[in-house]
């Protein structure tokens, strides 16, 4: 039985490592900005486009079956091991004879190579997923999250070690594979498996044909992630590509840092709780009641500090993103009610319905690229923002039919984060007002700093202090723990 607590202590830990790994990201994803150009970014971006396309084939959504299953045993998840395996390695034969023809088509002879030794993660990639699967099913988040942290700094520290000796794009794809192996090995230890393989594949029949649904999900989702970068890299160049990379993965990060952590918890307590529909209800508007309470504001102080940001954290000649950042910061509260309703969808197994919206979703994206980029990235940045609207509104339909909620259960969801986020947009509206005059000579570190900080105190105090009905014992909580800081920093007797 997953009670409230359970759901609380398994968010905690999924928020510390989402936002352990988001903020290390952030740290060496600046060292390396300052060590590459934006073309390097670019190249490798349009790498992944393939590469991460086709690790949504190897996995089969079999993994997600696994965790969603009430019963299953040591032989399924063999079974399922040695499948990924076999697939994993027929992509990689696949991409080493399709390396020359990839790397003529974009004229660029280094693809060959660079999509080659990429494609080495496809067979280490089951030796991840297994693991991660049990400790995942086993709700050992503390687990996953000291293997992900780990992994990011071997990761990282190997792609700046190389960075500096000059490697370039190379720094990137090595930096990733030793990241790879690392977490293979630490994985396979924190969930006591080994690797044995088991050719009984009708006994995965189950989870093939859910694992079938999610990964046609996923691979739609994907494509629609990328496609935007696709017709940039064929459209304006490499450079597009990796300055619409940064704005777009910078705006995601606070998304990533709450909703991705609640994601998971919710998706694993809703498939506990499919016979109890009362306690889902309201663990899905609690969880889209906070997570927007804690995400929005990130959202608001980006679209008003997008350009000090970008230029104090990246350099100048990254200023050219500032522009979309600020406009798909409006995307935020969207994607956080699409995000959780695909969660209850998948919780549910009502994936078959999700298909249609994101095959919707991805016609319009691609509609919407080609449509604004003529227009520039921010006229382009714009559209997008449209479509993640839809995206929004067709997903918490789907998920309301499913769960039994109403678009009154969202609105009452959403008030305390619109209010609390409105008054924080007149502050920030306000500071950058006063700030304006003295913006041409003041280095963008201290308008990022000025801004940064009175937005931040004045929706500490809203949040805290301003009395709104459905956050008081998520404010008592809070003031709670800032008596018990304040009395063990005080004085003592």
Not at 221 to 246: C, D, E, H, S, W
Request: glycine share 8%; aromatic share 12%; charged share 10%.
């Amino acid at each position: 039985m997953t009670t409230p607590s359970d759901f609380r202590r398994g968010v905690r830990w999924l928020f510390i490592g989402s936002t352990g790994t988001q903020i290390l990201t952030f740290v060496f994803g600046i060292v390396l900005a300052r060590l590459l150009a934006p073309e390097i970014f670019g190249t490798l971006v349009t790498i992944q486009i393939f590469t991460g396309l086709a690790g949504f084939i190897s996995g089969g959504g079999m993994g997600q079956g696994l965790v969603r299953a009430k019963d299953v045993t040591r032989r399924d998840f063999d079974v399922v091991f040695t499948l990924q395996l076999l697939i994993g390695c027929a992509i990689y034969m696949g991409f080493f004879l399709l390396a020359p023809w990839l790397a003529a088509w974009y004229k660029v002879p280094i693809y060959e190579e660079l999509l080659r030794v990429s494609a080495l993660t496809f067979v280490i990639r089951p030796l991840v997923n297994l693991p991660n699967n049990i400790l995942y099913r086993n709700m050992q988040y503390k687990a996953q999250t000291t293997a992900r942290i780990v992994t990011l700094l071997v990761a990282s520290c190997t792609s700046i070690g190389l960075a500096i000796l000059g490697w370039g794009v190379w720094s990137l794809v090595l930096g990733g594979i030793a990241g790879s192996l690392v977490n293979a090995v630490m994985l396979c230890s924190l969930a006591d498996w080994r690797p044995t393989l088991n050719f009984s594949f009708s006994h995965s029949r189950a989870f093939a044909s859910y694992g079938f649904i999610v990964s046609v999900n996923d691979i739609v989702v994907y494509i629609r992630q990328q496609v935007t970068n696709f017709v940039l890299g064929r459209t304006l160049g490499m450079a597009p590509v990796g300055l619409f990379n940064k704005a777009d993965s910078l705006m995601r990060m606070p998304s990533q840092f709450i909703t991705g952590s609640v994601y998971q918890a919710l998706f694993r307590s809703l498939a506990h709780l499919q016979d109890e529909p009362a306690k889902g209800r309201s663990m899905f508007m609690s969880s889209i009641r906070l997570v927007c309470v804690y995400t929005l504001p990130f959202y608001v102080m980006l679209l008003w500090l997008a350009l000090p940001l970008i230029e104090t954290v990246y350099g100048p000649r990254w200023a050219a993103a500032a522009g979309p950042l600020a406009i798909l910061s409006l995307s935020g509260p969207f994607m956080i009610v699409e995000n959780l309703s695909g969660a209850v969808l998948a919780a549910h197994n009502w994936l078959n319905r999700e298909l249609y919206v994101q095959v919707a979703v991805l016609a319009l994206t691609a509609l919407a690229t080609l449509s604004g980029v003529s227009g520039g990235l921010e006229w382009m940045s714009g559209l997008l923002v449209l479509v993640t609207v839809y995206n929004s509104i067709h997903m918490y339909s789907l998920a309301s039919r499913c769960i039994g909620t109403s678009w009154r259960d969202l609105a009452r969801a959403l008030a305390p984060a619109t209010l609390l986020n409105g008054m924080l947009a007149l502050v920030m509206w306000g500071t950058m007002s006063l700030l304006e005059p003295f913006s041409q000579g003041m280095h963008p570190v201290f308008i990022l700093g000025i801004g940064g900080l009175a937005g931040a105190l004045s929706y500490i105090c809203a949040f805290l202090f301003f009395p709104v009905k459905s956050l008081e014992s998520e404010q008592t909580r809070w003031k709670t723990l800032l008596r018990r800081g304040l009395t063990l920093s005080g004085p003592k007797a």
